[in-house]
């Protein structure tokens, strides 16, 4: 019985979805430019990645948002300048850093005071 549930749990796999992001600055307003670039971007990094003989990563998808802070949960640390969304305001964009309104300034999770429910920790 207890060799049974050992090598159920040796042979037990768990699927992971691993979420990687990156922030590209592009100059002037020309969408033709933009669009361009990230279809340059996005095919060079849309691929599978070997870590090593045992690690394969398969890839999945690959998306993109324009960090528009007028139109989209994203706006500039109030102290560090580093992107951020806001996890107390509805559609929070996922791979951005976290943060949250403090005293009326948008705080990423490292600015944000180590009590604040969004503050970065260690102990999730
Ligand atoms: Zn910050």
Redesign the pocket.
Known sequence: MKTFSLERQINMKKSVLINVSYIVEVEGENNEALNKLLDKITHSISENVTINSDVQLKWEGTSSVELDEKNVNCGR??????W?TDREKPNYIEGL?D?ATHDGKL??????PSDHRWAFSLWY
């Open positions: 640390c109030s102290n560090c300048g580093g951020v850093c943060g705080l990423c999770d490292e600015c944000l």
